[in-house]
């Protein structure tokens, strides 16, 4: 694996990865994966904290680690010090990119902000991951996904779900969401420096980022001025939308097309739902929501998970298997585009990988290097450098 080539589009672009946790290694994974030689520095104790969340064979390749950050080379620097300042230098002046999340104070106190490093690569594309935009008072706060979440209004919708408590999503959305920002933010101004030669700096703020995801559908009623107060989707916020109990299991479904609906009742026995004027249109179903989702509630415990599959599937109405999170690592379709592979560390052993999940007919992504150890690529990323 250690000497296959890349197939990418991005072959042939060099990326700085000064980044950690998951949000920066998200970006810069996707990007390894399209082609792109990734370079991740890491302080010389202990590395990216990411490498000691979960049990792990090596006790420095921690799963999350493990899914984050396969097909970079891995670098131990102190970026304090003089010869880490010089390696870092080295580094930048063949570097395409630099991408980082360090705070941009702590950043020009090293010496390494935006006109220092275009000073040594003039259309350097720079990356830095913030967590609030710098024009702002909560410019120089710290930000977590937790936070994040938090401050958005995401956690709110829970609790405009439930009627309850505010809860955080049992997944590091904020992190993952705006480590997507951050990939096409650095595609964008590789895209740019192609046309133009000129580099640029890009502030991902993860405020700003996440608040923009989230809003899209949630700022509903209070897009045309002036608003009513209705915020969140109504559709997307209802208790009653969740998988749907069946005989013998959960089913996902959703009848779209007024045809779809009508078809859906029927199996069902209830073709007088359909008639009614409070579920007859697009319009009046959005508005009632909340006693639709209860009747398909209903219907749908007449008939086992894979009953409703088979009529549902006939009648070309969206409709898909509840998965477990075990039944997701067998999935028949994941199987057969063999989305889960195993890879075989060589020092860690068998691992489970994901594929990348993007198809290119010309520039397929690939995997071909292991996830590394602290510090593993150190002598040969200096050797490289001509440096000791």
């Not at 700096?201 to 209070?222: D, H, I, R």
Request: proline letters at 6%.
């Amino acid at each position: 694996m250690a000497g296959q080539t890349a197939s990418g589009p991005l072959a042939g672009i060099r990326i700085i990865d000064m980044s950690s946790v998951v949000l920066g290694p998200f970006a810069t994974l996707i990007l390894a994966d399209l082609g792109a030689e990734v370079i991740k520095v890491e302080p010389p104790a202990r590395g990216d904290t990411m490498r000691y969340a979960g049990a792990s064979p090596t006790g420095d390749l921690g799963p999350i680690y493990t899914a984050l950050n396969r097909n970079k080379q891995a670098i131990t620097l102190d970026g304090k010090s003089p010869e880490g300042k010089t390696v870092l230098s080295e580094l930048l002046r063949g570097a395409d990119v630099f991408f980082h999340n360090v705070r941009m104070a702590g950043m020009a106190r090293m010496g390494f902000d935006y006109e220092a490093v275009k000073a040594i690569r003039p259309d350097i594309v720079y990356v830095h991951c913030a967590g609030f935009g710098a024009d702002g008072p909560y410019a120089d706060r710290q930000a977590y996904d937790d936070l994040i979440q938090g401050a958005s209004g995401f956690a709110a919708l829970n609790a405009m779900r439930s009627g309850g408590d505010p809860e955080y999503a049992p997944a590091l959305v904020a992190d993952k969401t705006v480590g997507l920002f951050a990939a096409y933010a650095t595609l964008a101004a590789l895209f740019h420096r192609e046309r133009t030669g000129k580099g640029q700096f890009v502030q991902v703020p993860m405020f700003e980022s996440f608040t923009f995801f989230n809003m899209v559908e949630n700022l509903y009623g209070e897009t045309f001025l002036p608003g009513n107060g209705k915020l969140a989707y109504s559709r997307s916020i209802n208790a009653n939308r969740k998988p749907y109990k069946t005989k013998d299991g959960y089913i996902g479904l959703v009848p779209y097309s007024d045809a779809q609906w009508a078809q859906f009742f029927e199996m069902g026995g209830r073709e007088d739902v359909f008639e009614d004027p409070r579920f007859s249109t697009y319009e009046a179903r959005t508005e009632h929501i909340t006693e639709l989702y209860a009747i398909i509630g209903e219907v749908a415990l007449l008939k086992t998970t894979d009953e409703w599959l088979d009529l549902l599937g006939e009648a070309n109405i969206p409709a898909m298997k509840y998965n477990t999170m075990e039944d997701v690592l067998s999935d028949p379709h994941l199987t057969e585009v063999a989305f889960f592979g195993e890879g075989n560390h060589p020092e860690a052993g068998p691992y489970r990988q994901m594929k990348h999940p993007v198809h290119f007919s010309e520039t397929p992504a690939d995997i071909r290097l292991d996830p590394p150890r602290h510090g593993a690529d150190t002598e040969t990323v200096l050797a490289s450098l001509g440096l000791g």
